[in-house]
């Protein structure tokens, strides 16, 4: 099995990279006729980043 510290690095990666994205998307949205769309990004980019944090903090662990 691989080493679960591996992993979880690559995982804070992907959800680094998906977190970007998604603010990417709603920068481009902000002040248009679609706003609306930006609150919900908005929201899915806070949890994303409590979701890095844990998972940063679970990788210190394992150390």
């Known amino acids: 099995?691989?080493?679960p510290r591996?992993?979880?690095?690559?995982?804070?990666?992907?959800?680094?990279?998906?977190?970007?994205?998604?603010?990417?998307?709603?920068?481009?949205h902000r002040d248009t006729e679609r706003e609306?769309?930006?609150?919900?990004l908005d929201e899915v980019?806070?949890?994303l980043r409590g979701a890095t944090r844990?998972?940063?903090?679970l990788v210190r662990r394992l150390d």
């Open 45 to 47: 980019e806070r949890s």
């Open 6 to 28: 591996s992993q979880l690095t690559s995982a804070l990666t992907t959800l680094d990279e998906l977190t970007q994205r998604l603010v990417e998307v709603a920068d481009a």
């Open 36 to 40: 609306d769309i930006t609150f919900d």
């Open 54 to 57: 844990r998972l940063q903090r």
């Open 1 to 3: 099995m691989d080493d």
